[in-house]
């Protein structure tokens, strides 16, 4: 058997009319959410950085936060990196992966670059790209990640150069050999997480592999044919100790795992959300001061502990994102967890050092890695114990986001880039996106409101 060889052929013949009307829902979400993040990355201080970086390299396609037009590798690049920039683009749970940031942008430069992208063929693009990241990074597992693999910047490239294959009509056989090029490419270390920016270039990095590799497979440029298979060098053997190859396969092309995709309401790291979530259930439901407060202790499983329930110390915005602690503090201050409390501002303020401190994460030994529920005592100087448990985040499948949660969300993140009318029109493209003749009308819309706020 090999694996790769099954992945192209599903890719190579995946037609728009096979999709669920929950996946389309699902990507129409996720298509929004990642313009929205796109544009609030522009506005960050390493999303200016990674755009000064592009700009010189002059080409059709636009970077979205900014309005220049570059080539499209560096198109993919900027807007990848844009997208998975604030901890808030949209998220698998299961394998850990952003499959937005790796995908949206290769089929959009393709678009600018020349290449007939239509609504219909952007989500059947899409839907192979979100399902090789999620299939690829639940193949490699948590293993990979105790390795301390990105499964976005390491699983995304194998998603990326579906998406980009996908659009440019590739057959089969060239499919696989793309597959076989960006599957060499990953990229990621975690430790980026304790306070460094490179963390948000994982999935312009992705995104970049993914356009690249397409674009070679398709002129004869060959690849690792048996990726999966080969166990010297191959790709799941090289990342990660513990693998499944059957995710690779299982069900493939009847059920899709990227219906399960998730949207972020907070703009922290995912294993963070229902501590968040459980803070503020108690805050709506109890009253008590902060005073009143002697710890708070969180209860959650091993991975989600391991990935973000390490002491809090203040260096970078970064670090800020990916505490339990840091988060936990900022809800119990303010009642909700927004972008204006991950900035320089914020990260050092003394009332929220001292209530972090208070915070404790501690392992539940009967939850397993992809559980992603928390439980949270505050206790209180009384002898009070206030607790809630919250099992699924807000935004995921059981408490999945609707379409007016997901416009809410893509019109605060973008109040500052565009105005009232300009969110109003793209939210009403991408609701009826498959009905869109060409997916540049999109873009064009995005970088013209851009720079008429600019102006």
């Given amino acids: 058997m090999n694996h790769l060889r099954d992945l192209a052929c599903f890719i190579a013949e995946l037609r728009y009319e096979e999709l669920p009307d929950e996946l389309i829902l699902r990507l129409k979400q996720s298509i929004l959410d990642s313009i929205g993040c796109a544009l609030h990355g522009g506005s960050t201080k390493w999303g200016g950085l990674i755009a000064g970086y592009v700009s010189p390299n002059k080409g059709p396609c636009p970077v979205w ?132 920016m490179v963390k948000r270039l994982y ?37 990660s100790d513990k693998i499944d190859l059957g995710w690779l396969s299982k069900g493939l ?45 969180v209860t959650t499983s091993e991975y989600q502990k391991a990935h973000a329930g390490w002491p ?21 201050l303010n009642g909700r967890v927004s972008v204006e409390h991950y900035s320089e501002k914020f990260i050092r303020d003394d009332a929220i050092l001292n209530l972090a401190n208070k915070v404790e994460v501690h392992v539940d030994p009967n939850q397993k890695d992809q559980d992603r529920g928390a439980s949270v005592e505050i206790r209180l100087l009384n002898g009070g114990v206030l607790k809630e448990e919250t099992k699924v985040p807000r935004g995921f499948p059981g408490n999945a986001a609707t379409w007016e949660d997901v416009t809410e969300k893509f019109r605060l993140v973008t109040a500052d880039i565009l105005d009232h009318a300009s969110r109003d029109e793209v939210i009403s493209i991408v609701r009826d996106i498959e009905s869109l003749t060409a997916i540049n009308q999109l873009q064009e819309k995005i970088v013209a409101a851009v720079r008429k706020n600019r102006s």
Avoid at 108 to 132: M, T
Avoid at 253 to 260: I, L, P, T, V
Avoid at 265 to 285: C, E, H, N, W
């Fill in 65 to 196: 936060a900014t309005g220049d037009s570059v080539d499209a590798g560096n198109a993919a690049l900027a807007n990848g990196t844009m997208i998975h920039s604030f901890e808030m683009d949209d998220l698998h749970l299961p394998s850990r992966s952003h499959p937005g940031g790796v995908t949206l942008p290769v089929v959009f430069a393709l678009a600018a670059d020349g290449v007939p992208v239509d609504g219909r063929k952007l989500l059947v693009s899409l839907a192979a790209g979100y399902e090789l990241t999620i299939r690829v990074g639940m193949c490699q597992g948590v293993s990979s990640f105790e390795r301390g693999w990105h499964p976005t910047g390491s699983a995304g490239c194998f998603g990326s150069t579906a998406a980009a294959a996908k659009a440019l009509g590739l057959s089969a056989d060239h499919v696989q050999h793309a597959l076989g090029v960006g599957g060499t490419m990953p990229c990621g270390l975690m430790a980026a997480q304790y306070g460094a």
């Fill in 203 to 239: 999935a312009g990095h992705a995104a970049m592999v993914g356009l690249m590799s397409a674009r070679l497979a398709a002129g004869g440029f060959t690849g690792i044919a048996d990726i999966f298979d080969v166990e010297f060098g191959g790709y799941p053997h090289a990342v």
């Fill in 253 to 297: 092309g009847k059920d899709f795992e990227s219906r399960n995709i998730g949207l972020k309401f907070y703009p922290s790291v995912g294993a963070s959300q229902t501590a968040l979530d459980s803070i503020k259930t108690i805050m709506k439901r109890e009253r008590f001061s902060l005073d009143q407060i002697e710890r708070v202790i």
């Fill in 312 to 332: 809090y110390v203040p260096s970078t915005v970064m670090a800020a994102q990916m505490s339990i602690q840091y988060g936990a503090a900022v809800m119990l």
